[in-house]
């Protein structure tokens, strides 16, 4: 899938783009606004990631621009300015998601993948990874068989890892998801509940599905 | 209408408004001025016309009553005098000095029978009212002005010759009133030179007085000029100025005490956030920089790299704090204020802590429930302080409880918690930013010190209040008093919808 960055800050380009390649995108890299809308406008991108504060032109008239010429393309945007007004703008001129820097790159990859999944897949009404197996109709839980005896939060906790299975989940996300929370909590406080869950899903079973990933978050998979 | 009461209430963004074509407002000194000056000549204007009505009548007054008297003496005369008498007004006629004319018409043939010297010329017989029929002498005469210019007051009456034989004729009577048309003019004159005379005198004393009275405005205009950034101990000091400027001169030096205030913080603020970033960049650059002098496994640069992302977070989430309370300070945070019932927020907050607190082994409750009218958010955001805060401070064992209590008009959080408590030396500072009670707790806790300025962030958002008591060795409690409000349905209902996603 290919995708188009357009940020003036090489360095921030440049790790968006290793890490976006290293995730199976192909990624182009425009470092102004002209350029970029050239860009845009020309190739078949999947998704834009732009930055709003770009020399000359800013990224809100670049996507002015883009919907004028018809062109379509998701935008997901970048910037350091998160005042209420800038985010509304931002959404309100039809970008599809805003995120505010300084993010995780786990939190970026998982918004550019929600929004070139929107729309496509339905919820799964079960979902598998390996041995466990989560009913999110029946609120139900199994591993190799065996019934996990799981809080309603533990499950709602254990369906969002199993939903990204294979993707590193953000600490940040899992509080936003499973609480409700979307302001800093400050500490590590999912680390308990974690350790909670783990003993109930992999402490009994011989190979851990649930793994840490330091500094960053978690992620379901089978290794 | 608004921009013109705007500019009476604030002359100083009159002069700016001024400037884009509006309206200044008078100064102080021409409004007294004009308003005294007034003032002065209305009332001189009123006692001149009443004084010059009151001459003049008393003159119109005297001659009609003159003229009144003449006639009648006239008539009396005559009804006892001949009709073929040759000098039938010989008194009247004789003296040539007197300033009154008269004249005796026969009433049938109006023929003149006699009259004074040189009445003919001034006088004719047709400029006279008529008289009245019922022999009735009037009280007011007519006015006349002759073609040279000379007023007269005239009167007529019917009158009999001789009352053995009587024959009826007609007097009329006639008095120069040119001296005292003069004197009347004369009289205005002078009324209406004093008149103006009057005002000018009256504006150049209330511009003197008004400018006198005014001045202490420019001594404090002087006063206030004095002060800068790096002056604020300079006071205006009560005492010095005239009674009604005194409360200025009050107010403006607690804003000055105010402003100082909030320059002492703002750099303490400084310092201590420069302070504060101290310690993870230097965590940062030494694991780097140690991580570079070998060569070392991959193994061992990762764990590098994990660590460091550690402190970006941690730095990372110390901005969105910062940022929140500055926000906050400066009432630039939008609330989304709705009705709702705080006692199952509170409840997911424990939750969210649950895990955290089963393993420290302290026990975590909630007593009681209301309805709010808050930001929701918020709310949560400043329970999640409390309780983090709370669990940091108890010790294994312990308890935090969270109490939702309903008194007269607000609702009350409190925040139990049996832990080691504040010394009521650090009561008063606990709500300040970066400020912590213990220095050398601050990287088990993780926090740099800001939730609780957080929370008193977001209460004086809410128009609330927090409220801390402690006593050490016992634990500490936290109280949120939010006033209740009127909840405004069509606000929240946009709020709601303009709400971004987090």
């Not at chain 2, 669990?391 to 049996?418: C, M, P, W, Y």
């Amino acid at each position: 899938m290919r995708l188009l960055i357009i940020e003036d800050e090489k360095k921030t380009a440049a790790h968006l783009k290793k890490g976006l390649s290293e995730n199976g995108f192909t990624v182009d890299v425009a470092y102004d606004g002209s350029e970029g809308s050239q860009l845009a406008c020309a190739g078949a991108y999947a998704l834009i990631v732009l930055d709003v504060m770009l020399p000359r032109q800013d990224g809100w008239a670049i996507l002015g621009e883009l919907r004028r010429a018809g062109v379509m393309t998701p935008v997901l945007f970048l910037t350091a300015r998160d005042r209420v007004e800038d985010r509304v703008k931002g959404l309100e001129m039809g970008a599809d998601d805003y995120l505010v820097k300084p993010y995780a790159f786990s939190e970026f990859l998982a918004r550019v993948r929600t929004i070139l999944r929107r729309g496509s897949t339905a919820q799964q009404e079960v979902l598998r990874i390996a041995d466990l197996e989560i009913d999110t109709r029946r609120h139900k839980a199994t591993r190799a068989g065996c019934n996990l005896h799981l809080t309603r939060r533990e499950f709602v906790l254990l369906s969002c890892l199993a939903r990204s299975a294979g993707e590193v989940v953000s600490r940040t996300r899992i509080v936003e998801e499973v609480w409700d929370i979307n302001f800093d909590t400050g500490t590590n406080i999912v680390e308990a509940t974690m350790r909670r869950l783990r003993a109930k899903v992999d402490d009994p079973f011989e190979k851990p599905l649930i793994h840490n990933v330091r500094g960053i978050g978690y992620v379901l998979e089978s290794r | 209408m608004f921009a013109a009461l705007a500019m009476c209430l604030n002359p100083v963004e009159s002069e700016a408004t001024a400037a884009r074509g509006q309206r200044r407002p008078w100064s102080l000194v021409a409004r007294l001025a004009v308003f005294y000056t007034l003032g002065t000549t209305a009332l001189l204007l009123v006692t001149m016309v009443v004084l010059y009505g009151v001459v003049v009548r008393y003159n119109d007054a005297n001659d009609n009553l003159f003229l009144n008297d003449k006639l009648r003496a006239v008539r009396a005369d005559l009804a006892v005098k001949k009709a073929n008498q040759g000098e039938l007004l010989a008194e009247e006629v004789a003296s040539e000095t007197s300033d009154y004319f008269v004249r005796v018409l026969d009433r049938r043939t109006g023929k003149v029978l006699a009259e004074s010297l040189e009445m003919g010329k001034r006088l004719s017989p047709s400029v006279f009212p008529a008289p009245s029929p019922d022999g009735h002498i009037p009280e007011q005469g007519t006015e006349y002005k002759t073609p040279a210019g000379k007023w007269f007051l005239l009167m007529s009456a019917l009158a009999e010759i001789d009352r053995m034989m009587p024959r009826p004729v007609v007097l009329q009577i006639g008095q120069d009133r040119s001296d005292d048309k003069a004197f009347a003019d004369f009289f205005r004159n002078l009324l209406l030179t004093v008149l103006v005379g009057g005002a000018g005198c009256s504006a150049a004393v209330a511009v003197l007085v008004a400018r006198r009275a005014l001045r202490p405005l420019e001594q404090m205009v002087a006063a206030m000029k004095r002060v800068q950034a790096s002056y604020l101990q300079q006071r205006l000091d009560r005492d010095r100025w005239p009674k009604e400027l005194d409360s200025m001169a009050a107010a403006f030096d607690e804003m000055l005490a105010r402003l100082k205030e909030s320059f002492e913080r703002l750099s303490a603020f400084s310092a201590d956030l420069a302070h504060e970033l101290r310690t993870p960049i230097q965590n940062l650059r030494g694991e780097a920089e140690v991580a570079l002098t070998r060569t070392r496994t991959a193994e061992e640069y990762r764990e590098v790299i994990e660590l460091s992302i550690e402190e970006y977070q941690g730095l990372a989430s110390m901005i969105d704090n910062l940022l929140f309370v500055a926000r906050a300070e400066n009432a630039e945070t939008p609330l989304n204020r709705l009705t709702f019932k705080i006692g199952p927020e509170i409840d997911t907050i424990l939750d969210f802590y649950d895990a955290a607190a089963r393993e420290q082994n302290i026990a975590l409750t909630r007593q009681g429930d209301a309805d709010l009218y808050a930001d929701a958010t918020l709310v949560r955001r400043a329970l999640s302080n409390l309780v983090s805060n709370a669990l940091q401070h108890t010790s294994a064992g312990g308890q935090v409880r969270l109490a939702v209590k309903q008194a007269n008009g607000s609702v009350e959080i409190q925040a139990q918690d049996s832990g080691c408590g504040i010394g009521p030396e650090h009561l008063p500072r606990i709500f300040n930013r970066f400020y912590r009670a213990d220095a050398a707790r601050s990287s088990n806790s993780g926090g740099v010190g800001l939730g609780l300025a957080i929370v008193k962030s977001i209460m004086d958002l809410h128009g609330g209040s927090v409220t801390a008591e402690s006593k050490p060795g016992e634990g500490t409690m936290i109280t949120l008093r939010f006033i209740r409000q009127e909840p405004v349905p069509q606000n929240d209902q946009h709020s709601r919808d303009s709400k971004p996603p987090a």
